[in-house]
């Protein structure tokens, strides 16, 4: 992976620490939700790795997009499990970095859509 990378590297970090969150909720006995947040905090990064592989620049953005809407459910299921309080969990640092991959994701997208 490339150092330079911003995005590479939040969308990584992010998936490992939700491998790590679904680890806990696991063995706190909650599987639905947590496993929802798994595939989709996981395919982020996934997402945004093909994107780099992109064959034109339309293609990254629908790419990105996907990112985006990936990270944009994550933050859903995260918010549900910990309102729902099936598991006794601290989501603060998720939410905050789920916040700034959106935030970057988008910026992303808007300025390749921009260059289109």
Same mark, same amino acid.
């Given at each position: #992976?490339?150092?330079?990378?911003?995005?590479?590297?939040?969308?990584?970090?992010?998936?490992? @620490? %939700?491998?790590? !969150?679904? =680890? %806990?909720? /696991?063995? *706190?006995?909650?599987?639905?939700?947590? =496993?929802?947040? !798994?595939?989709?905090?996981? @395919?982020?990064? &996934?997402?945004?790795?093909?994107? $780099?592989?992109?064959? @034109?620049?339309?293609?990254? &953005?629908?790419? #990105?997009?996907?990112? @985006?809407?990936?990270?944009?459910? /994550?933050?859903?299921? !995260?918010?549900?499990?910990?309102?729902? +309080?099936?598991?006794?969990?601290?989501? /603060?640092? *998720?939410?905050?970095?789920?916040?700034?991959? $959106?935030? $970057? %994701? /988008?910026?992303?997208?808007?300025?390749?859509?921009?260059? +289109?």
């Amino acid at each position: #992976m490339k150092k330079d990378n911003l995005i590479l590297e939040k969308t990584f970090d992010f998936a490992l @620490s %939700i491998i790590e !969150l679904y =680890k %806990i909720t /696991t063995e *706190q006995k909650e599987y639905v939700l947590s =496993k929802q947040i !798994l595939r989709s905090g996981t @395919s982020i990064g &996934a997402n945004t790795e093909e994107a $780099i592989a992109a064959h @034109s620049r339309k293609d990254f &953005a629908a790419k #990105m997009i996907i990112a @985006s809407k990936e990270a944009r459910e /994550t933050q859903y299921w !995260l918010r549900l499990l910990q309102k729902s +309080c099936l598991v006794k969990l601290e989501f /603060t640092t *998720q939410l905050n970095d789920i916040e700034t991959i $959106i935030n $970057i %994701i /988008t910026a992303i997208v808007k300025t390749t859509q921009e260059k +289109c």
